[in-house]
């Protein structure tokens, strides 16, 4: 049996048989395309002069070692016949397998998790442009904003450098060009990053330092799943941006604590942006229970979230919300024999437990009024957390970590699509139930960061003062003071340009766009957009389904 399913135009088609041709044919073509996205996007003013490299860490060795895990674990990685061209090594191809749990090829599923973490990396560049109008900021500050944004769109460049560079056809140049030509505020859907969901904007300056610290967190969690990558340049690829987010994670650490030193911004606020930006840390890893998007990253290489899945980890468990848990969690045992559906459970856990070892580090720097600031508002929102446990909560003073549970419009793209497992379950922002969904929808009013907190927030950082400013660009806390991250001598350097240079007036096209193009110019009346698919394929129809289930 076969259904014909419709497209979703704001998705680009994976699937595509006839493809128009790119306005992007070679690594050159894209430096161009760059330029023309960093002028029309805003950014420009940020990058010009910066330079942009697609790297590889330790490629030939990553081309000599075998796939680590799932179906072609053994074998050795895969790559391109125009990579092997370059390097003189042995080309292998992705497999021609199919499955009847995968759309389309093998090849294509690699370039889906590229594209994917290409637009966050793009939209991530542009959220960020207008945070020097948000308040003052301090020349640290100012340092961190512009290296961050130069390396996110580093990070972009990467993304589509290897799109460009190991499709032996069209597809991958094509990914690359529509990358470009969205927008992440553009009003037309059509036109912005898929994932403009996961890329909230940051209006406030002490929320670029909790991006940093939660967001780019996660951001390295889902790098280190794909550092045993099967294609070897991807493998490479991954461990140079590791380095680079090491970096933006301690940026942010560091704003933090020096605005909780500077001791201007109330305590209420602090823990509201903790754990609204908590939330949507978690929100990245998708759902922890019988996913099947983890299962098939796994199963084809491109991700292993615990890594390596091997006897050192026996007999260590992690814990994930679970209403039928004992107390109100489910423990899961790490092991081999695993179901592997509940990958995206241990990957949440690992960052929600950095996360709180962080809170508790920083609960040494506040001083007797922040740490009563804090019992004050606790005391106010903890009535659901049980008395022994509220107890040491008010006591011990620790800054507290939102818990896995809260927020479960969070962890789905649309806020009607909740986690299945706790559809009915309403927690409160430490992980304890609340009886109904009204008193649910009330206590969120008293601990959710509210447009109004944000007000008050620049209000605070408006002026001098309202973090510590003695820290100065070169300084030995300068996370930055030695400059980017350069390459190693083992490293390989694709391509490397300077920002600004031969700008192109060329148009870019999103794959819709190219795809109405090239129809219009073929046929007098333009198909439907709709293909066919087998039953089975339930779970893939769109990128939408593949990114959370």
Request: net charge negative; charged share 25%.
């Amino acid at each position: 049996m076969r259904t014909t399913v419709e497209l979703n135009p704001q998705y680009p088609e994976f699937f595509a048989t006839d493809l128009p041709r790119p306005n992007i044919e070679s690594l050159e073509d894209f430096a161009q395309a760059y330029s023309w996205w960093a002028d029309t996007s805003g950014v420009m003013e940020w990058v010009e002069g910066a330079e942009m490299r697609i790297v590889a860490a330790d490629l030939l060795k990553r081309m000599q070692e075998p796939v680590s895990h799932g179906l072609y674990g053994g074998r050795p990685r895969f790559v391109s016949r125009s990579l092997s061209e370059k390097l003189r090594v042995r080309h292998v191809p992705f497999p021609d397998d199919s499955y009847p749990w995968l759309m389309g090829s093998v090849a294509s599923a690699f370039a889906r998790l590229a594209y994917i973490q290409g637009s966050s990396e793009y939209a991530s560049s542009q959220q960020q442009r207008d945070l020097m109008r948000q308040g003052h900021v301090p020349a640290i500050l100012e340092r961190y904003i512009r290296a961050t944004i130069i390396e996110e769109g580093e990070h972009g460049i990467q993304m589509a450098g290897w799109l460009i560079s190991e499709s032996d056809n069209d597809l991958g140049k094509l990914l690359a060009e529509d990358l470009l030509a969205r927008k992440a505020d553009n009003p037309d859907p059509q036109l912005q990053q898929p994932l403009i969901e996961f890329n909230p904007p940051v209006t406030t300056l002490p929320e670029f330092a909790h991006y940093l610290d939660k967001q780019d967190r996660d951001g390295w969690s889902q790098l280190r799943c794909s550092v045993d990558n099967a294609s070897a340049l991807y493998a490479g690829m991954m461990q140079f941006f590791l380095r680079q987010e090491a970096r933006h994670m301690r940026s942010g650490e560091q704003v933090i604590e020096w605005y909780l030193l500077g001791r201007k911004i109330p305590m209420e606020l602090h823990l509201k942006m903790e754990w609204e930006w908590d939330a949507i840390s978690y929100r990245l890893h998708g759902v922890p229970y019988g996913s099947s998007g983890a299962l098939t990253q796994y199963q084809l290489g491109t991700k292993n979230p615990i890594y390596p899945l091997d006897g050192r980890f026996r007999g260590t468990r992690f814990r994930v919300p679970h209403p039928d848990g004992p107390d109100g969690y489910k423990s899961i045992e790490i092991s081999p024999d695993m179901n592997l559906e509940h990958l995206n459970g241990y990957s949440v856990c690992v960052l929600h437990e950095v996360l709180r070892r962080n809170n508790r580090r920083r609960t040494e720097l506040l001083d007797g009024n922040q740490l009563k600031e804090m019992r004050e508002f606790l005391s106010r929102v903890t009535q659901y957390v049980p008395d022994k446990q509220r107890r040491k909560l008010l006591d011990d003073h620790p800054i507290p970590t939102a818990a896995l549970s809260w927020r479960p419009d969070h962890l789905a793209l649309q806020q009607m699509d909740r986690w299945r497992h706790i559809s009915g379950y309403w927690t409160d922002v430490f992980g304890y139930p609340i009886p109904t969904e009204k008193e649910y929808r009330e206590y969120r009013k008293l601990v959710e960061l509210t447009e109004e907190d944000r007000d008050q927030i620049r209000q605070f950082t408006s002026k001098p003062g309202w973090m510590i400013e003695d820290v100065k660009p070169d300084d030995r806390q300068d996370i930055y003071r030695t400059g980017p991250i350069e390459p190693r001598e083992s490293d390989t350097v694709l391509h490397q340009w300077t920002v600004g240079q031969k700008r192109t007036n060329r148009t870019y096209f999103t794959m819709p766009q190219a795809m109405d193009l090239w129809e219009g110019q073929t046929t007098d009346e333009a198909p439907e957009k709709a293909f066919e698919y087998e039953d089975g394929f339930e779970t893939l129809l769109s990128l939408h389904d593949d990114l959370i289930h």
